[in-house]
């Protein structure tokens, strides 16, 4: 074996806890990457809006006069005041400073006490634009107007395999959250650990044959199904307290298996035959995270049973396991030993991926 196939663990522990680690990936990897920013339903009319933090950058992501989505930088350009908050529907974007006004599409429209400012060229004063793109009903967004790869391209690697989900047909039957004491890459770490998932859930995920599933890294994102073992197999379906999704059925079993997926550099998707699974992580501080959790799927069954279950897996027992790697982080005898050839291989390309941005 030559190292190039030998896969390490390459970041160092400071990449865990300390706050030049983060402004880096604010500034590199999250303000350099395509960055999942919700779903088109958020913005169901023209004018509808909602905002996003990418890296440094903050956006304003609306829907235009023709129906189109903007990304436009939530800067206003007299000053630099933030236009909007949260999410609303405007028919103008006016500052709360000093009231300069913007057309949906980010044209600078009117100037209030306009005396004041004798020979200014207000189409040279439009906000900054970002990009956008949706996929499946997913939004995405760019900070920069011309990114170095196009989203079709960026997402090329797995667009195959969730494609046949077709979110955009569910509708989203519960929203969540919630905030852990642990840096956000060891939760992706975590997420694309295939080794954990015999000893951190020998119980809640029983039913599952981790020793059959497939994995596979497709350029920055990763893919995984796994079956459920054999003697599960007929309790399993139709055992979630969710309803089958109809398009889901019909496609090959893989699909209606367990499906555990990441979009590179912050997004877990958790697919099977009854949902699918937004849950993206938001770092609020170096040992801090959120993860914001929207299930997708076909009304009319238990979704609170379901969320219970989630919970119970990617709260108690995952977040909870990192929780406990971040208590060690500072310690001077912290340090990552060899890890498994084949079942930690993810989390070595995700180092690899991740230090291309940060470099
Ligand atoms: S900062 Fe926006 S109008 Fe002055
Ligand atoms: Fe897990």
Redesign the pocket.
Known sequence: MNDSIIPTYKLPAEAYYEQSWLDKEKQNLFGGNWLYAGLETDLPEVGSYTTVTAGFNELIVIRDEQNELRALHNV??????Q?VQGEGRCRTLV??????AYRLDGQLRG??SRDQFDAIETETLGLHKGSVASWMGLIFVHSDEHPPVAFDDWIAGVKSELDVFEAVKLEELKSDSFVFDANWKLYIENHIDWLHLWYVHPQTLKVLDHSEGEFSQHGLHWISFEPFKEEFREDAKGSSPLIDIPHIESQPERYSENGAHFIFPNLPIFTGSSFFILADLVPLSPEKTKMNIRILGVPGGDIDAFLEQFNAITKGEDANIIENIQKNIRSEHFNVGPIAVNYERAISDFHDNYLKFMA
């Open positions: 206003c350009r007299h000053r630099g005041a236009l500052c709360p400073y000093h009231k300069w100037i209030a």
